[in-house]
């Protein structure tokens, strides 16, 4: 135990000493914030900055770390800003409580849980507190700042590109990546297990890509909690789910688990096994628009609950290795792929922050998972339903949970029925949507309004579901700018 204790607070005292972060500025854009009267309010009695159950105090919040950065390092502010918002996620658990206390490492780590879980009020606070993200914050002499952009541009470089795929790294950068964004907005990311979703009749008609939860998945998002978003190459927000590539299925995901080690489920690998990368790929082709790009997939929101599953799967994996082949998952890092992938190598762009600092029992600490929802309760979720015939748990359609919202919702004005046309009813003939006579029509007429796309390196999908359309979006060279990373 005390070798275990030694050996966790080396990787603490190095992961901790490794905070140096390179991030260039950014522009103000889109939405104006509404005026916050009293940001003093969420100080703590050290007069630091605290995120509390307000959402003003994450608007507040971003002021301070970007005001405090400016004041400290003028010509590195974003740098000084986002290695505060790294600390901020790597000190959320102290090393006294992870080592020496287990019930307060328990509490002090966050549980995510799949969408479809999560109360009303608990979504409605995350989109509300990435929206806060969105907007820019202002500052004294008329800088402002947009803290989404910056955190979405970490995925942008080809340089951070090339570090974070194709190679054993392309796990633990990510899971720095999420608790970044995490730190930022003061709570759990939700994840979302698209095999609840792989498994309908049309996963295109999921309750997912209504205004409840992700808003449209054709064309321009102009509704839902992520209406109007304008990315960092200032163009709309677009979809055109179930083109190509495929979402994740409960047969990939039991493939990784047939596997007790690292190598033969992380890029480049041989023979017949299959990845984690390689599976991940699918629903970023499948969703299209910019999350089907390398250099724009985080400007979609949509992103960080993908790769929460990502992480979920890796999650899983490890607490398999553990029980089952009597491995220690933070050693068994892979001495494979790219120069940047190497285990000492730099976590490229987080500073010094080492590869293999990925893979450690620290970081895994800071975060729990919520066991994804099986049959017969499917967790009680108002949105899934349990498929007797398979023994799983998938997504109601849209359709589904509109029929299920009560009159007394409707009646008092709560809540609004909407006209729900499913692709597979308009294929099928067994309805016509008004003025529409068919499928092509429903798609061309939300890509009309699109506008020209602009789009980078796309994801390779090694897995096409049958039911995909292959019509992905048509898309311009994405126009070089200065990264914000």
């Known amino acids: 135990m005390?070798?275990?204790?030694?050996?966790?607070?080396?990787?603490?005292?190095?992961?901790?000493?490794?905070?140096?972060?390179?991030?260039?500025?950014?522009?103000?854009?889109?939405?104006?914030?509404?005026?916050?009267?009293?940001?003093?309010?969420?100080r703590d009695r050290r007069g630091r900055f605290e995120l509390t159950g307000n959402d003003d105090s994450v608007y507040c919040l971003q002021q301070n770390l970007y005001q405090s950065a400016l004041s400290s390092s003028p010509f590195n502010v974003s740098i000084v800003y986002v290695e505060a918002l790294l600390q901020r996620a790597l000190f959320r658990?102290?090393?006294?409580?992870?080592?020496?206390?287990?019930?307060?490492?328990?509490?002090?780590?966050?549980?995510?849980?799949?969408?479809r879980?999560?109360?009303?009020?608990?979504?409605?606070?995350?989109?509300?507190?990435?929206?806060?993200?969105?907007?820019?914050?202002?500052?004294?002499?008329?800088?402002?700042?947009?803290?989404?952009d910056i955190i979405s541009d970490i995925h942008r470089s080809d340089v951070n590109i090339d570090a974070a795929h194709g190679g054993p790294s392309f796990l633990g950068w990510h899971r720095v990546y999420l608790l970044l964004l995490e730190a930022a907005i003061g709570m759990p990311v939700p994840y979302w297990d698209s095999r609840l979703d792989y498994d309908m009749t049309e996963p295109t008609d999921s309750v997912l890509w209504s205004d409840e939860f992700f808003g449209p998945g054709f064309g321009v998002v102009d509704s839902g909690p992520f209406a109007g978003w304008i990315t960092a190459d200032n163009i709309s927000l677009v979809r055109n789910i179930g083109s190509r590539g495929s979402l994740i299925s409960d047969a990939m995901f039991n493939d990784i688990l047939r596997y007790t080690r690292h190598d033969p489920v992380v890029d480049p690998t041989q023979g017949r096994s299959i990845s984690i990368e390689r599976i991940h790929a699918g629903p970023h082709v499948w969703v299209d628009g910019q999350l089907s790009s390398l250099q724009t997939a985080s400007q979609d929101p949509v992103f960080f609950l993908h790769h929460g599953f990502v992480d979920y799967i890796w999650y899983v994996f490890r607490n398999q290795m553990r029980d089952d082949g009597n491995i220690n998952p933070a050693s068994d890092y892979?001495?494979?792929?790219p120069t940047s992938?190497?285990?000492?190598?730099?976590?490229?762009?987080?500073?010094?922050?080492?590869?293999?600092h990925g893979y450690s029992d620290f970081l895994e600490s800071l975060t729990r998972y919520q066991t994804s929802p099986t049959c017969p309760s499917c967790g009680?979720?108002?949105?899934?339903?349990?498929?007797?015939?398979?023994n799983r748990c998938k997504s109601k359609t849209r359709r589904q949970f509109q029929n299920s919202i009560?009159?007394?919702?409707?009646?008092?004005?709560?809540?609004q029925p909407e006209n729900i046309v499913s692709l597979a009813d308009v294929s099928s003939g067994r309805r016509q949507p008004e003025n529409i006579t068919s499928l092509a029509d429903v798609l061309s007429g939300r890509r009309r309004a699109m506008g020209p796309i602009y789009l980078g390196r796309k994801f390779k999908s090694s897995f096409t579901d049958r039911r995909t359309r292959g019509d992905a979006l048509r898309f311009l060279p994405l126009i070089r700018r200065q990264t914000l990373v």
């Open 2 to 42: 005390k070798v275990l204790q030694s050996l966790t607070g080396l990787v603490l005292a190095s992961i901790v000493g490794c905070l140096f972060l390179t991030i260039t500025t950014v522009k103000g854009q889109y939405s104006r914030p509404r005026h916050i009267r009293n940001c003093q309010q969420f």
């Open 93 to 115: 658990c102290s090393y006294f409580n992870f080592v020496f206390r287990r019930n307060a490492r328990e509490r002090c780590n966050w549980e995510r849980k799949e969408v």
């Open 117 to 148: 879980m999560l109360s009303r009020s608990e979504w409605h606070r995350f989109t509300n507190r990435l929206n806060i993200l969105k907007r820019p914050v202002r500052l004294p002499g008329g800088i402002s700042f947009i803290p989404y």
């Open 334 to 337: 892979p001495n494979k792929g």
């Open 341 to 356: 992938h190497r285990p000492l190598g730099n976590m490229i762009p987080f500073g010094s922050l080492r590869n293999i």
């Open 380 to 390: 009680r979720s108002r949105y899934l339903e349990c498929d007797q015939t398979i």
């Open 406 to 415: 009560s009159l007394a919702d409707v009646s008092s004005g709560r809540r």
